[in-house]
């Protein structure tokens, strides 16, 4: 076998029946049939999976560890996640944690084309953490998001994301949406002398969304949010490549609907494909996520791997101004912190409790 890749799954099973069923996993992943039909020498010693290694690691479940071409994947995004979880995810008893990539992944996808410390320069900040929070609900016209978006601004945010259920909908339209919020926190940042960015969010098909970029484009608008599951990998990739200058914050919409470790597709993969940041669930949030997957998941993020720059780990979901310390002494400075509706329940006190949150997480020593 030529280049490669490692594939490592969590299989629930019995001590006898192990290594049957990761042979089976390993046909599975890579030609689907029963290897024995194979005349060809060369998918044979070539493309056929291997196992790589089994290690109990109690409970019923065992560490599999699959060895798979890496020609097999064509070195495209779609491909790849086929190669490593296609048609083994429909099992239940099977979760995909792990992987390992040879180099070509690397200079195929590219990763993050700005990163953390992109992000940082971008609103002028230094070593410290980055503040965000989102334009919800969904049923507000532009005007209102608008306003609401300028308010936010005034209050020092580094970003402002669109919540990701926005998308083209009748009572927000896509372009009007993103020029009035664009024009909104423009005029916030003159007063304040800021640099807060808004990242609209795409949806729709690849025409769709490069008509989206464009729009974004035209209102001086240099950072996205985007949800690479719900869009589709191969999308996304091409979204980043076709717009380096850009900046991508990644949403992990769907990403429970799939045995896939958050680490791994929310940290590693997303990365890999382009994420400079990636929005997650925090622990103690509206999602179960424990602190040891926080804490690996913003690991995968950062960490020094293939070459690539660190994607900034952005937690979420029900977070409050109340938990900033906790989190800034849990992550670190490279993180961007996302408070929502604790900020926008503040009502006519948004503002004064947007700076308070700003005021909070640059005072925490870092």
Same mark, same amino acid.
């Given at each position: 076998?030529?280049?490669?890749?490692?594939?490592?799954?969590?299989?629930?099973?019995?001590?006898?029946?192990?290594?049957?069923?990761?042979?089976?996993?390993?046909?599975?992943?890579?030609?689907?049939?029963?290897?024995?039909?194979?005349?060809?020498?060369?998918?044979?010693?070539?493309?056929?999976?291997?196992?790589?290694?089994?290690?109990?690691?109690?409970?019923?479940?065992?560490?599999?560890?699959?060895?798979?071409?890496?020609?097999?994947?064509?070195?495209?995004?779609?491909?790849?996640?086929?190669?490593?979880?296609?048609?083994?995810?429909?099992?239940?008893?099977?979760?995909?944690?792990?992987?390992?990539?040879?180099?070509?992944?690397?200079?195929?996808?590219?990763?993050?084309?700005?990163?953390?410390?992109?992000?940082?320069?971008?609103?002028?900040?230094?070593?410290?953490?980055?503040?965000?929070?989102?334009?919800?609900?969904?049923?507000?016209?532009?005007?209102?998001?608008?306003?609401?978006?300028?308010?936010?601004?005034?209050?020092?945010?580094?970003?402002?994301?669109?919540?990701?259920?926005? *998308?083209?909908?009748?009572?927000? #339209?896509?372009? @009007?949406?993103?020029?009035?919020? =664009?024009? $909104?926190?423009?005029? &916030?940042? %003159?007063?304040?002398?800021?640099?807060?960015?808004?990242?609209?969010?795409?949806?729709?098909?690849?025409?769709?969304?490069?008509?989206?970029?464009?729009?974004?484009?035209?209102?001086?608008?240099?950072?996205?949010?985007?949800?690479?599951?719900?869009?589709?990998?191969?999308?996304?990739? *091409?979204?980043?490549?076709?717009? #380096?200058?850009? @900046?991508?914050?990644?949403?992990? =919409?769907? $990403?429970?609907?799939? &045995?896939? %470790?958050?680490?791994?597709?929310?940290?590693?993969?997303?990365?890999?494909?382009?994420?400079?940041?990636?929005?997650?669930?925090?622990?103690?949030?509206?999602?179960?996520?424990?602190?040891?997957?926080?804490?690996?998941?913003?690991?995968?993020?950062?960490?020094?791997?293939?070459?690539?720059?660190?994607?900034?780990?952005? #937690?979420?979901?029900?977070?409050?101004?109340?938990?900033?310390?906790?989190?800034?002494?849990?992550?670190?400075?490279?993180?961007?912190?996302?408070?929502?509706?604790?900020?926008?329940?503040?009502?006519?006190?948004?503002?004064?409790?947007?700076?308070?949150?700003?005021?909070?997480?640059?005072?925490?020593?870092?």
């Amino acid at each position: 076998m030529g280049p490669s890749l490692v594939v490592v799954y969590h299989v629930q099973s019995t001590a006898a029946a192990i290594e049957a069923r990761a042979r089976a996993i390993a046909i599975e992943q890579s030609v689907e049939m029963p290897v024995e039909a194979i005349a060809d020498p060369h998918v044979l010693a070539d493309i056929v999976g291997r196992v790589d290694g089994i290690e109990d690691i109690g409970g019923g479940e065992f560490r599999v560890r699959i060895r798979l071409a890496a020609a097999t994947t064509g070195f495209e995004a779609g491909q790849l996640l086929n190669m490593l979880f296609g048609n083994t995810s429909i099992h239940s008893d099977v979760a995909l944690v792990d992987f390992e990539l040879p180099g070509q992944f690397a200079d195929r996808f590219g990763g993050p084309r700005h990163g953390v410390a992109g992000l940082r320069h971008r609103v002028g900040a230094g070593h410290r953490a980055l503040t965000c929070s989102a334009l919800k609900p969904q049923g507000l016209p532009p005007t209102a998001l608008a306003l609401l978006a300028e308010r936010l601004a005034l209050g020092g945010l580094d970003f402002i994301k669109d919540d990701h259920g926005l *998308a083209d909908q009748d009572y927000s #339209p896509f372009a @009007a949406r993103v020029a009035a919020v =664009a024009a $909104a926190v423009n005029a &916030a940042n %003159a007063v304040t002398g800021g640099a807060t960015r808004y990242a609209p969010s795409l949806s729709g098909d690849l025409d769709h969304l490069r008509r989206q970029v464009a729009v974004a484009r035209d209102n001086g608008v240099d950072t996205l949010l985007a949800a690479p599951m719900i869009l589709g990998l191969p999308a996304f990739v *091409a979204l980043v490549a076709e717009n #380096p200058d850009m @900046a991508f914050i990644t949403h992990p =919409a769907m $990403a429970g609907a799939t &045995a896939i %470790a958050p680490p791994l597709l929310l940290g590693r993969l997303f990365r890999l494909l382009g994420a400079d940041a990636t929005v997650f669930p925090n622990h103690g949030g509206r999602f179960g996520y424990s602190p040891s997957v926080c804490r690996d998941l913003a690991a995968a993020a950062r960490d020094p791997w293939l070459g690539l720059p660190g994607c900034l780990p952005v #937690p979420a979901g029900g977070m409050t101004i109340r938990r900033v310390p906790e989190m800034l002494d849990f992550y670190g400075p490279d993180v961007m912190l996302l408070v929502g509706g604790n900020l926008l329940a503040a009502g006519p006190g948004l503002t004064d409790e947007t700076a308070t949150f700003v005021r909070t997480v640059r005072q925490h020593g870092y």
